[in-house]
């Protein structure tokens, strides 16, 4: 990016509700949008953007690696930040997306279907979770193993709301990616995760099909993921069961403006 024409055509806006990292993450989105900057074109350092805005280094980093989450730039180390190839990338279900991550650390993902089917909901706490609509009472209850190289290491029950996937049990979840198919069979973008993560001692039924030794207690993850639409609209509730042995995690906390954002990724040790 040029730092003249950069200059020349963004501004902060004082009144907009939005941070000012966030602010100057949509100028970079519509820019590449525009086509004003194009695949290989390298951004301008973080520190003399600091330096133009009279903002923080961590306001920018907020921006960049928010960018980077969404697939729209890449860092090479020692070289700079660069925007990416359309085909690689990528929205934020891709920093959830077991498919992604898997095959991003080099290895093969893949899954063995328990249940696939359309259900009732009739757990209220399952229905309060997916705020389904007045008169909505159904749901597509999909329950895996999820699998890396063939070892399974997470068991997983996701609900999602049957109005927004009509049709979605028919699809074969052993190898589809559920993020792929919602994107791109029913023009689903998810826009915000939350995820909570409990450690725990896995039970036996479930230790049994995670392939661990069953003499002596198992030590897990328990992980509760609810994924939402930009109107506020549940798309996803997903509770699963992971091998602490094999699954790891890393958050990156930041805090700028008075909120505070972070960033999160898992990471898989076979």
Avoid: W
Avoid at 33 to 55: H, T
Avoid at 137 to 142: G, K, S
Avoid at 185 to 211: P, W, Y
Avoid at 242 to 261: H, M, P, T, V
């Amino acid at each position: 990016m040029d730092v003249e024409y950069f200059q020349k055509t963004f501004h902060f806006t004082p009144e907009s509700k939005l941070s000012l990292y966030a602010q100057l993450a949509s100028y970079i989105r519509v820019q590449i949008q525009a086509g004003v900057l194009q695949p290989g074109d390298k951004m301008i350092p973080e520190n003399c953007i600091s330096e133009l805005l009279g903002i923080s280094r961590t306001t920018v980093r907020q921006c960049m690696n928010r960018l980077v989450e969404e697939g729209l730039l890449i860092r090479y180390r020692g070289k700079g930040t660069f925007i990416t190839d359309r085909k690689q990338r990528r929205n934020i279900s891709y920093v959830y997306g077991y498919t992604d991550n898997l095959l991003e650390a080099g290895f093969t993902p893949s899954s063995i279907i328990m249940e696939q089917r359309v259900v009732e909901v009739t757990d209220p706490q399952i229905r309060e979770k997916l705020m389904l609509p007045q008169g909505q009472t159904q749901a597509f209850f999909l329950s895996r193993l999820r699998c890396a190289n063939g070892e399974p290491i997470i068991q997983e029950n996701a609900y999602i709301p049957y109005y927004l996937c009509n049709g979605i049990e028919q699809i074969n979840f052993e190898s589809a990616s559920l993020y792929q198919v919602l994107s791109s069979r029913f023009s689903i973008t998810i826009d915000h995760v939350t995820e909570r993560i409990d450690s725990v001692i896995v039970d036996k039924h479930i230790a049994g099909l995670l392939r661990c030794s069953t003499d002596r207690p198992v030590p897990g993850y328990k992980l509760e993921h609810i994924s939402y639409l930009d109107s506020g609209y549940v798309v996803e509730v997903t509770t699963s069961i992971a091998r602490a042995d094999q699954c790891s995690f890393y958050l990156e906390f930041s805090k700028s403006g008075g909120r505070s954002n972070f960033y999160f990724t898992r990471q898989m040790n076979i």
